[in-house]
């Protein structure tokens, strides 16, 4: 009950939250192209430069256009990605697309009409009656993917439309050479797993082992959770940096362990959350965790505007980029997908676009923070156990 009320409370105070939001400017990068073994991989941190870049990938198509999506808004960004997928189809390219039915319900319905060229899922849990007492069917697709000809694939935090060009900071990666097939083959498996028979994909990309990139993905129907065990390992594995950038930190106690032994040690952990996110009871649920932290001896960094990645990078040679946040919803709800790169040109990269992201940012001091009014820690300690649901 006590949660309920401090939720509505919270509710009616984002109303005013947002609109004194910062939706300003932000710096970031114009980072160069890496080659990494095989594969030629480019980091984006401005969602107007990747859109392009998409774009010109989209338009560049040969045999196949796979696109996956959280969220795709009905604006004039999730427009134009809707007509050049089209032209593309009508063309005789295979077009296939995916977008969450739950996370679009405030789209339009008139934008959820696509040309008969395209082959478009609207994915939900509940396909069945049954599915409502399987709790695998509540898992959300939250993967954000597009792969062109089995080539080029893009992957990240970004989901498609205007808000993401260049009011919200997040994080993408483009990957070009073999790499790309294995990101185009678990569009695949999803959408066959996901559709009917006879309208199962049946083109192959052929999937390759690489020492140097590999892709993580979690799956509530088969109960396989490798991002979250790709982190702990990774945190586990740190002697003297770690950089988390994440825009939802809801971790569990394993997660968080980690990340405190880690600073025991001592590692130089560093945490940069969005101080004002789009999600108020989140935000409230994450600072109940940054007393702890601050204790451990972990630095934890407030970002001014939204800040959408889900990123980290270790020791100058470790970093995954994807689309999972560190709470329970996607370490083992949603359907999320990360890559996992052993570069430490990659690395230098992430370190610089977490420098960069710094000068936008605050950092937390304890003895400042244990101070902050009493009405705060009150409903932190309320809404704690709404941790497990998030």
Known sequence: MLQAI???????????????????????????????????????????????????AIDAAQESIYLETYIWKGDAIGQEF???????????????????????????????????????????G???????????????????????DGATGFIGGFNI??????????????IQGLAAASLAQSFVDFWNQQTPARAHITRHYQRRF???INIRGTSALRLTFPIRDMYIEALDKAEYAILLSNAYFVPDGTLLDALKAAAGRGVDVRILVPWVSNHVVVDWLTRGYFTDCLKAGIRIFGYHNMLHAKTCTIDGEWSTIGTANLDRLSSVGNYEINVEVYSKKLARQMEELFKCDSTNAFELNLDQWVKRPWYAMLGERILAPLRGLL
Not at 164 to 174: F, K
């Open 210 to 212: 690489d020492p140097l």
């Open 6 to 56: 401090v939720v509505i409370i919270l509710q009616i105070v984002s109303k005013e939250r947002r609109r004194t939001m910062h939706t300003g400017g932000f710096p970031h990068l114009d980072l160069e192209e890496e080659k990494i073994g095989k594969n030629t991989i480019q980091l984006y941190d401005y969602g107007s430069n990747l859109y392009d870049d998409m774009f010109a």
């Open 126 to 148: 509940f396909r069945r009656l049954w599915h409502v007492f399987d709790p695998r069917h509540y898992a959300l697709d939250h993967r954000k993917l597009l792969v062109v």
């Open 161 to 174: 439309g205007s808000l993401y060009a260049t009011t919200w900071r997040d994080t993408h990666l483009r």
């Open 82 to 124: 809707k007509e050049r997928l089209a032209r593309k189809a009508k063309q005789g390219v295979e077009v296939y697309a995916i977008f969450d039915r739950f996370a679009n319900l405030v789209v339009p319905n008139e934008f959820k009409i696509f040309p008969p060229e395209m082959h478009v899922l609207q994915y939900q």
